[in-house]
DNA sequence: AATAAGTACGACCGGTCGTTCTTTTTCGTC
DNA sequence: GACGAAAAAGAACGACCGGTCGTACTTATT
């Protein structure tokens, strides 16, 4: 079988606009994004844009799904490389917050910005953020899960309140970062999964002060 | 001395306004909130805004300020009826949380839709919300402070994280209240606070389970 | 009674929005 | 080298955007 190159250059367009469009997201937000400005960011024409996909709601669905894949490729899929456990919690913790101050995407966090944006605008677009969310909290819960079960956490914990705890502390840290002092904000996110951690973990040599 | 009818006539409109503005903000933005859309709301003519307003973004900054006020009002002033210490920490958050739960405002808080929509949008109204995000954390430091004071809390607390703390559980409440299950999000915030506070204070007995 | 100020209106401006249609260019396939 | 589908451009659309204009009504001052 034969890679057919006009197929293939469509997907490479598609992948290139749909990154802009993730970045542009995080700056004007996903409703507020323009074709025009999105066409014109990459120098290329409005309606050259609906070849590719038929509406701007289109689009931004398809945005959506790109910015969960690169979030599985910059959190999730490094934070797998550590083992299972509380190791592997902060290690997903730390992947967030360097994500956020590596300034990969100029508005912070894609997830953090639409979901406040469509928090109140019923459509498909929110239901693909709720789904995106809900499927993100349930794999810290999962990860929480496995800790517990390998005795690095207590038996009788509460693992959707710590998973709630976790990622309270990474979406004010890209607020504070963005609004406030950023190396604060990373600081006390860091640290408050620490503390949490070393109180709750009967191991504490697991958690080392510096990065595994 | 009389009273002016024209300026009071003047300053009713304006506050009716705002507090439309500020419901309206939390639903489509502060950015994304059309004057044509705010006059039709109201049943005036957009141009109508202009004589009270001179620009969109006079008005969005006078927003800005009645929103401040409405926290004042909803969140702060209730809490301070409560005795200084971990009490009146707890009745800050519990006042947030029933703010939030009894969905005063359409799109859920004011500020955090804000502050994500404008954190990459360079100018006067960022650098306002800006200003009330910090008076707030600061406000929340005060607190924690005045229950180490107390002795309500340990003499080395570090003040600034357990605020950083304390806040992004509310955060994380209005966030996950509108996307997830609400009374899930809502228990989840007050309970990691109960957690925090009874870990750190050594009388227990100011923190009952109900509220004071 | 005359004047001035504050409030509010409808009409309208140039510009941008998302979208559609038609046309041209690109490029692998036959 | 001709064919044809995919990609991209260009022009145009109705709607709405923030903003300005002149005007009219209300109310306080003189």
Redesign the pocket.
């Known amino acids: 079988m034969?890679?057919?190159?006009?197929?293939?250059?469509?997907?490479?367009?598609?992948t290139v606009v749909l990154d802009a469009a993730v970045a542009l997201a995080t700056e004007a937000g996903l409703h507020g994004?323009?074709?025009?400005?999105?066409?014109d960011t990459l120098?290329?024409?409005?309606?050259?844009?609906?070849?590719?996909w038929?509406?701007?709601?289109?689009?931004q669905l398809a945005t959506v799904d790109r910015a969960v894949e690169q979030w599985q490729e910059w959190i999730i899929e490094p934070a797998l490389h550590a083992p299972r456990g509380v190791r592997r919690i902060r290690a997903l913790h730390e992947a967030r917050i360097d994500f956020y101050a590596a300034r990969v995407l100029p508005g912070g966090c894609f997830f953090a910005n639409t979901e406040f944006e469509f928090n109140a605008r019923p459509g498909p677009v929110r239901d693909r953020l709720v789904d995106a969310y809900g499927r993100w909290t349930l794999f810290l819960e999962r990860l929480v899960h496995e800790a517990v079960a390998l005795g690095e956490l207590p038996a009788d914990l509460d693992v959707p309140q710590l998973a709630y705890e976790i990622d309270a502390l990474g979406i004010s840290a890209v607020m504070r970062s963005r609004m406030l002092d950023p190396d604060t904000a990373y600081r006390q996110a860091r640290q408050g999964l620490l503390n949490r951690l070393r109180a709750l973990c009967p191991e504490p040599t697991l958690l080392t002060e510096g990065l595994s």
Chains 1, 2 share one sequence.
């Open positions: 034969t890679i057919d190159g006009r197929l293939a250059r469509g997907e490479r367009t598609r994004l323009s074709l025009g400005q999105l066409a120098g290329v024409s409005k309606s050259g844009l609906f070849a590719h038929r509406s701007k709601e289109a689009l």
